[in-house]
């Protein structure tokens, strides 16, 4: 084997150490995002149990219900009911809010009594 075999050899299981240690990193890297996105939507659903009860919330967090889900909860006023999201930073409404809140707009909410027998 002459010493351009060799070097070509070498390169070639240098390039396969190479491209196999960036799968792995890569893969590793798909794991840290996963994860933070997983801490990030845990801490959102936790710190929106607690927003009522921050200064600049307008209303009295004793009337407020948390629901958690399709939207964070509802607030008992004596002359108004609220429908509450909290979003912090860039965060939008999700498709499903947006149709709740485009229903309350379109003042198509209802109270129903339903007797249990």
């Known amino acids: ?37 997983s801490l990030s939507t845990k801490y959102g659903k936790m710190s929106e149990q607690f927003m009522p009860f921050l200064d600049h919330y307008p209303y009295d967090p004793q009337n407020f219900r948390f629901l958690g889900s399709p939207i964070d909860g509802v607030q008992f006023e004596e002359d108004k009911i609220i429908l509450v999201e909290f979003k912090t930073g860039t965060s939008r409404l999700s498709q499903k ?7 309350v707009e379109s003042r198509r909410i209802y109270f129903e009594q339903i007797n249990i027998k």
Do not use: P
């Open 97 to 103: 809010q947006q149709n709740i809140k485009n229903l």
């Open 1 to 37: 084997m002459t010493n351009e075999h060799k070097i070509i050899a070498i390169l070639i299981f240098i390039i396969i150490i190479l491209f196999f240690l960036w799968r792995k990193s890569s893969e590793r890297l798909s794991d840290v995002k996963f994860q933070k996105q």
